[in-house]
């Protein structure tokens, strides 16, 4: 990337409230999900994941979505998402009061399967509904591709597959955004650049990237993606994350981590990094965990005299 490149704003989309929370076996309360999303706010984060629309009995954490959505500070400047599964999902986001919609779509039969209880071509058929009821709202809506690069149940993910779920989902939904995830933290830099600079090539449909650290690849894979045009990632405070129906998958790209290496190469993303490590600290101890992050452990460089 050159000078001009790196001159542009990187937006951040943090989602510690729903993929950052949403593995942890320690329940969180909503009062404490409340704090956490007003201090995201806080600390810069203007794009937030607060909850999901799911089965609470199968992700427990998230049983209280209704409850967070109607504690979220309405007059805050941020903009609150809620990822959803199915119609049933978005017809609760709108009654909850979402300001934007996240709908879930797997590229492989087997993580259908297990994440929800579907198929490829069946997910499609309900994205029809889905950017329906969303546009009737007024709702932007994204479609998160997920095991995007690779699936725990699959295994390797061709970029044909990827690229023909996404399309599709292009023709049957108004979308507002895509987002390519990484769900099992197993794309490498080469892969990540390839897959996205095609569909850059065929949409001007904003495109965001969901990466996992699950083998440290994940701040590589950024500098790929951006090369490749994407303007938007997803992180969590703490590196929390992972997916009850992703074995082994392990957190989220840390908010921490992302937006110091972005501003250690001039890019602007209005979070402050030294504020998003406490915060991290913060929600780990809540959940009984040690802070992913390296700067959680290195703290930021250079440091303040």
Not at 98 to 126: I, R
Request: charged residues 20%; contains cysteine; aromatic residues 4%.
């Amino acid at each position: 990337m050159n000078d001009a490149q790196a001159s542009r704003a990187v937006s951040i989309v943090d989602v510690s409230p729903r993929d950052g929370l949403q593995n942890e076996k320690v329940p969180v309360t909503t009062q404490d999900k409340l704090r956490l999303i007003n201090e995201l706010i806080a600390l810069g984060a203007r794009r937030i994941e607060a909850v999901s629309f799911v089965n609470p009995r199968k992700v427990p954490q998230m049983a209280d979505a209704d409850a967070v959505m109607e504690g979220v500070p309405r007059d805050a400047g941020a903009s609150f998402i809620g990822l959803v599964l199915n119609t049933r999902g978005a017809v609760r986001a709108v009654d909850a009061g979402v300001d934007e919609m996240n709908y879930v779509l797997p590229v492989t039969d087997a993580f259908a399967a297990a994440n929800q209880n579907t198929t490829v071509a069946a997910a499609l058929d309900a994205l029809e509904e889905v950017s329906s009821i969303a546009a009737g709202a007024s709702i932007p809506l994204t479609v998160t591709a997920a095991v995007a690069f690779g699936c725990p149940y699959q295994g390797d993910v061709p970029k044909e597959q990827t690229l023909a779920v996404v399309r599709s989902a292009l023709q049957r939904g108004a979308l507002t955004e895509v987002a390519l995830a990484d769900t099992i933290g197993c794309a490498v830099p080469w892969q990540v650049g390839d897959v996205f600079g095609e569909l850059r090539s065929e949409t001007g449909v904003q495109l965001r990237a969901h990466l996992h650290e699950t083998r440290h690849t994940a701040l590589a894979n950024t500098y790929a993606a951006m090369a490749a045009g994407v303007g938007v990632f997803d992180s969590a405070v703490g590196g929390l994350g992972g997916c009850p129906f992703a074995p082994g998958a392990a957190g989220n790209i840390s908010t921490e981590d992302l937006v110091w290496m972005l501003g250690r190469a001039g890019f602007e993303t209005s979070i402050d990094p030294v504020a998003a490590t406490e915060l991290g600290r913060w929600i780990c101890a809540k959940v009984e965990t040690a802070p992913r992050s390296g700067l959680a452990g290195a703290g930021v460089f250079p440091k303040a005299a």
